[in-house]
């Protein structure tokens, strides 16, 4: 995978970030205004909703810098071991989630915050999957273009 092509993906989850961080923003907006057993939605769904705007819009604003191979290698290794986080509190989240489902009944707040928390929480654990797999092919790329490099110069 080139750079170019790297980077142009990234765009495109960020953008998928940023929209589905409005979309839990407007969803709160909208419980907010309704009289419903269910707006206890709204504190889950703000919180991961402007965690989610705000690794949109960090990585739209980032703007790649074309360097060196090795330094742009150890910055790919630093994300990928990166998602082995995110998938933890994630599934965190999501077993908070679903704890809280089983917990209490339908119609209450409790509920309500758990069903925020798995549709959430499932939501980030699709998108960080794609971003992972992303990088884990650009990554694996750069490696072997890096031992090329290496051997060039041995020769």
Not at 106 to 132: I, K, M, N, W
Request: hydrophobic share 50%; net charge positive.
């Amino acid at each position: 995978m080139t750079p170019d092509r790297y980077f142009a993906e990234e765009r495109r989850g960020a953008a998928m970030f940023l929209a589905v961080g409005l979309a839990a923003l407007t969803a709160c907006v909208g419980l907010a205004t309704r009289p419903t057993a269910y707006r206890g939605m709204i504190p889950p769904l703000g919180v991961l909703g402007l965690v989610e705007i705000g690794i949109g819009a960090a990585v739209l604003l980032r703007r790649p810098r074309k360097g060196e191979a090795r330094r742009e290698r150890d910055r790919m290794r630093r994300v990928i071991a990166s998602f082995r986080i995110y998938k933890v509190v994630e599934t965190v989240v999501l077993t908070a989630g679903l704890t809280l489902m089983m917990l209490f009944p339908r119609h209450t707040p409790l509920y309500a915050a758990g069903l925020a928390c798995l549709l959430q929480a499932s939501v980030l654990l699709v998108l960080d999957r794609f971003a992972e797999r992303h990088a884990r092919a650009y990554a694996s790329d750069l490696d072997v273009g890096c031992q090329a490099a290496a051997r060039a110069r041995l020769d």
